[in-house]
């Protein structure tokens, strides 16, 4: 993203300062892709509506810790703006931080939070798995909140702000708050808008096994998405979406279970939609002949009876003085029935993700992203109009920070300032939220009256307000009325008002889901709902409980909850330091490179971006009191102990030759680019503490490492004294016993000379020859020894050794060296490592074997340096996988081009692997083997080609797999052999050993969970049916393959009701073959095929 000559970057510089100038600048720099602007500190992003190579990593790199007068505008310099003020770093001491991202439905809010949030986790990364699971949640809840709408192909439907908490530079944790979801999309759309992208993203993306089993037909037979589908294009975009949705529950946290009910849950609300009813000869109402299959597809799907889900639909029982009164429903008031439980049902389950999201992620956080959206339809309804209200909250507090704050301060310092005017729209929110005449509160007092109707409601705000500016009376049959915004004129249609607000679904309904068999389902409609219409799921031991529960916080309306969660979020925005991305829609038709003038100058003009321009041109916007500036800024004068007066502040300034500032009574006035510049200083001497810190550090470790090598040098020396004399006195002892041998041997010598002497005869004595004096043999002159330096041992075949890797110093030395509490810690990495082991073996032995051995590229509990000596002579690429010696957990060491490289591998809370780092995750480690040796590893894109085997052909290498490898084994040979040999006197004593060894105290002994009859049927059926096309994913073949499509079904999660389901679906698919069957009688007709979908496979 380079810069250009002639555009200007920062329109407070702006000479001419008018509306045409601003247009045609904002012009000029989008026809040359400079699509970011600033307006002093606020940043102003036009939607391109293409792609633009401006996010790349080597942008994010760029931005970080980066002055903003040397790069051009962008989204990353707000995030890392953000950053460094939360850490304190800017003018501003460490404290919250909260960006609000405003603008037009299509002006691109959605994307720039992307953004937004990537670069934060970019600029905390520490190496977290959190991170990654932060960045999982937008496409989650786009995939259940956003849908297509006339002006945005992903606009989101609901209301949001991110929190996320910090703690020493580093994320600990995230908070999502949601709030008004648009639930009356799920069961009608207008005109050239879709349902939820949930939707058709799972019917794109899943797999016929699994459309079949949770009972899911061709997308064009519901009636909640009008018939409609898409291309091939959108439908395979629809289904890379789903599969990213898979990845993302997965890399969050969702079990398989809970995954496999919402989906269930959500086919139901489909299957509900089709259920239509015809009137009855006597009073009542039934399901028409073709729905017939459809209501039990709903009744499998959502776990209740048939019979109980038809009686809750078509009559209303309630309980006057202790007899109960059974009211039947006409045809309309089924259809709301029905209805609104789609609605209510789709709005638990979004309201679950949300709060399953908040749990796993952390909820304490102190850092908020919110976003701020304006939309104008044909037709505006209850949703839209608080969604409106927020965005008139959020503009009140872009003007009073901006503008009423500021303005208000220089009157009350006494500073010389020309009053800029703008558009306030205090007066509209006070037509919203005043008690008890704003338009909320006659909403709720409307709702309390039973016989109320959306009419009166109209009428009573037509004789409150007819004579406000901010509200015009429509006269229209239908219940209409128009609220002048501040961003122009919108009409609502009053039509469903009180309904919505009162947000309540029948008790027999109620008390019917709740009792579901499925448990996501049960405890969606027995959760309690906060103050501010936050789900709270609980489990639900008694559904009087419950109900009482309910209708205490339930008597609260979905206005007073919605006007509550707002009270919060103004509370927690008006305590952090704001900053503002201003998002423009250039065109209307979502087309890129061009340019709706037009439409541009009315964002411009509602969003008060002129007068904006003005105030941070002329204005002081950083306006610190004396206490916090010289706090602050005192070091700039390097004076200890410096009073914190107007004095001292005077003498900073003075010092840092700062300009354009003004001083009031009790606080200094600088531009917004006076804080890059007092940054600057504050780096400087960062720089130079850093350099004093580095020298003066070096000398202290200097002068350690000078006394510790005297004092080795010492103890050397003092060793080979000690050894010295040793030597000495060995030597000497050698020469005493020499010498004593010596004299023992002459006295036996001569002993036997004289008793050979006594035996002899007499003779004469004969002279003895002269003894000839030895010669002083000359002293020879040796050359000391020198003092070898001891060899070196390297430490790994991997890397050169050092002088230091094999000193060899005594006892002593090594106590001088060791550091308090080493045994202690060397007792602990031992228990660590006995805690993995076990952990392996009780938990993932199983999951690790393929074909009874474990796979060639598994070795064991072993240490880094082993690993590393393994791969000295292979290529590049060869890789291993081992077992962490003191945590839970797995390490992928690859051989790199230069060295090796160690990749941890962590286990998600829902059993899951993932590479650190990565934001893939997967059922197994082969799995993940199988998808690294296609797509490469984060940050080099290195691929796995070639697994480092073992040395030992026929059984494995290490002593902590050899017992494990015959268990496997036995169990590889014990699971062909039938349920039915469990339990029999033959059974295997090493297949019972292996399940003593592996599973859980408290559970079945059985190696596979328990099903009911019906279902266990089914698998083998299918098991059966597809042992010879199912193969290992590793390339080998035959039982290999089967075991693992045998292993995978058995962990394979169902629909409680999965029978039920596939009945209904069968019976739906004879009525329509049936009925087509009347409609076409030619004999053709016999002649048509269809896919046996549906087929029986299980008797």
Known sequence: MERMEGLHEDLAALSDLDEQSLLESLTQRFNQDRIYTYIGDILVAINPFKYLPFYEKEASERYKCHEKNKLPPHIFAVADRAYQSMLGRLATGPQNQCIVISGESGAGKTESTKLLLRQLMELCRANSQLERQILQVNPLLEAFGNAQTVMNDNSSRFGKYIQLRFHNSSVKGAKINEYLLEKSRVVHQDEGERNFHIFYCMLAGISPDDKEMYGLLDPTQYRYLHWRYGSEDTVREWGEKYRELCNAMDMVGFEEQEKVDMMTILAGILSLGNIMFEPMESDGLRVTEKSTGWLKATAGQFGVQEEELLKSLTCTLSVTRGEAIRRLHNQQQAEDARDSIAKVAYGRVFGWIVSKVNELLAPNVDFDIVLNEIEFFAVNRFEQLCINLANEQLQYFFNHHIFLMEQNEYKEEGIEWENISFKDNKTILDLFLTKPFGILSLLDEQSAFPQ????????????????????????????????????????????????????????????????????????????????????????????????????????????????????????????????????????????????????????????????????????????????????????????????????????????????????????????YWHQEEFARLLERLGKAALVIQKNYRSLRCRKKYLALLAELRRQSQIQREREEREREAREEEMRRLEEEEMRRLEEERRRLYIEQENKRPVSPPVPLPRKIKPQPRPRSILPPAAHLAPVPRPRSKQFEATPFDNLEVNMELAELIRQAGGEERARERSLKKRNTIRWFKETQARKVVRNGAFPCWFHGMITRRQSEDLMTDKPVGCFLIRVGQSREGFTLTYKGADRCRHFMIEMQSNGKYVILGEDKAHASLPDLVQYHSQVGIKPFNELLTTPCGQTCDHNTDYEDLKGLNHLTAANHRSAWSGDEEEGEPGTDPVHLKLQRLFVPPGQSRSMEAPRAPVLKRIADSRQRAQAGRVRFRDGEKGGAGEEDGELDHKNRHFPRLYPSIRLAMREIQQIQQHLSDDQDPSPSASHKTSKPSWNRTDS
């Open 452 to 671: 109320a109707s959306d009419r009166d409601f109209v009428d009573k705000l037509n004789s409150k307000f007819k004579s406000s500016p901010h509200y015009e009376v429509v006269r229209s049959h239908n219940p209409l009325f128009t609220v002048v915004h501040y961003a122009g004129k919108v009409q609502y249609n009053g039509g469903g008002f009180l309904e919505k607000n009162r947000d309540t679904i029948p008790a027999s309904i109620r008390g019917l889901l709740i009792n579901s068999v499925t448990p996501l389902l049960s405890v969606l409609f027995s959760a309690t709902i906060s103050r501010t219409g936050t789900l709270m799921p609980r489990k639900a031991k008694v559904v009087q409980m419950a109900d009482d529960n309910f209708n205490s916080t339930r008597k609260q309306s979905v206005g007073a909850q919605f006007k509550h969660s707002l009270a919060v979020l103004m509370e927690k925005m008006f305590a952090a330091n704001p900053h503002f991305v201003r998002c423009i829609k250039p065109n209307g038709s979502k087309l890129p490179n061009q340019v709706d003038n037009k439409m541009v100058m009315d964002q411009l003009r509602y969003n008060g971006l002129l007068e904006t321009i003005r105030i941070r041109k002329d204005g002081f916007s950083w306006r610190p009191s004396f206490k916090e500036f010289a706090q602050r800024y005192n070091i700039l004068l390097i004076k200890p102990d410096l009073p914190l007066t107007k004095e001292s502040c005077m003498s900073i300034l003075n010092t840092a030759d700062i300009h354009g500032w003004k001083c009031g009574s009790s606080r200094l006035f600088f531009k």
